[in-house]
């Protein structure tokens, strides 16, 4: 077996709306030379949002009376909980200080991924939702990195999330294109020959905490890393398949 | 920045009760020029188990009234249940074909972590149960480690586990020694200047969920990764670090 490497990717600019996010990601990629195929380019959700316009002042929002009940419970910022209802399916927990909820894409998080760091000017008050289709931004990173390098990898759009029972955030893929969000390595046999019955493995959530290694490490923070040395068979995916169906999930 | 490097560590036997671990992990190492300082190397757990000889032969367990209950509700083995509620604090959930418990260690997993499979040729029926102290086991692993190639290293355990809210395994920090396995990134300064509030990095699991992508991917599995490049400062710490107090777990 080879050695994994992850390479992160520096130097690119703060990222406006409207960017061209594959071209500075190419820009990036050149100094390790370029992907190979069977890479996996994992790419910070901020930079995405950033780059898809997905900013909203909170002077321009209104606040339901649903988000006015819930600044009662939090005592967060009513409009700041107008945006994070926008993107909610349900809301899962509210207390002070603390809001968690099913996203309407499917899993559970703090805030619905609305961010408040590192966004703007501190005084601005400005707030950034996270991509409106992460595994559409995804397949769009892929197939720009093919037009341009001429191969096929795979793409990790990553967030930082808490997590139940255990503390301290972790990276999760909210968009994947080009391999595996969930592997199943059901029915492969291991050192005796038993059949190993439960394994289906988290790829996509694998790949983005090790790439979180590296996305927080420098002080102006790494967007994105390139992994190279990960075995998977490409396919079609969807970071869908990493969330648990809420009949299926005990701790709910 | 550098690029993190994983390095698998192979040709490993089969470890067996009384192994010298640390001798076997050493020479493995040399196939990578040793550890350099800084390093952090993830070992499974269950070579740790093997080596420490925690089998349970199934033939000798008696199960308790309450272990017959549970296999009532969860059709599992009587006996299996009687060796998991061993390391059991509290039962959480038991249903058809599954038990998730609060292990005596604190973490959240199912089956307490007593392994079936990739313990005896089939037909012995031989539970590996994890290992008793599992950060005494990083400690003792770093200090053979020091002694061999006179350098300091992190050491983490690594399971994998299931979770609630998301599907597929990751790798999660059991046993830690050398690095912290939360990493409080609280006051650090984003982009823009603003304080960070609310970072703590799982900086354990992290790692073990890195190690993960190659734990898993040879056919007869990877025991051991070493990865280099990872920035942290070097403190005693606990996996207990990672385990969030009961009154702070809005899951549970």
């Keep these: ?26 820009e990036a990629l050149q100094r390790w ?19 898809e316009g997905r900013f ?19 005592g967060k910022d ?55 289709d992460p595994d559409g931004s995804a397949r769009r990173i892929r197939e720009g990195i093919r037009r341009r390098f001429g191969v096929d990898i795979g793409v990790v759009i990553a967030d930082s999330h808490g997590r139940a029972h255990r503390k301290g955030v972790i990276g999760v893929a909210i968009g994947v294109s080009g391999l595996p969000a969930l592997e199943d390595w059901r029915g492969r046999r291991d050192l005796f020959g038993y059949t190993l019955q439960h394994t289906e493995v988290a790829l996509g959530d694998l790949l983005a905490s090790a790439a979180t290694l590296l996305l927080g490490q420098a002080a102006e923070g790494i967007p994105a890393v390139l992994i190279r040395g990960v075995l998977f068979t490409p396919r079609e995916s969807s970071a869908r398949e990493l969330v648990r169906d809420r009949a299926y999930d005990l701790f709910r």
């Design 1 to 26: 077996m080879k050695p994994i490497m992850l390479f992160p990717l520096e130097g690119l600019p703060i990222i406006r709306p409207g960017d061209d996010l594959v071209a500075l990601l190419a």
């Design 33 to 51: 030379e370029g992907p190979q195929a069977g890479d996996v380019l994992v790419v910070a959700q901020k930079i995405v949002s950033k780059a």
């Design 56 to 74: 909203v002042r909170l002077s321009e929002v209104i606040p339901s009376p649903r988000a006015l009940e819930l600044a009662q419970i939090t």
């Design 78 to 132: 009513p409009r700041l909980l107008e945006v994070i209802l926008w993107d909610t399916a349900e809301v899962l927990r509210a207390r002070p200080g603390l809001i968690i909820v099913e996203h309407r894409l499917g899993f559970i998080c703090a805030n619905a991924g609305v961010d408040r760091s590192n966004v703007a000017p501190e005084g601005e008050e400005i707030v950034l939702r996270l991509p409106e």
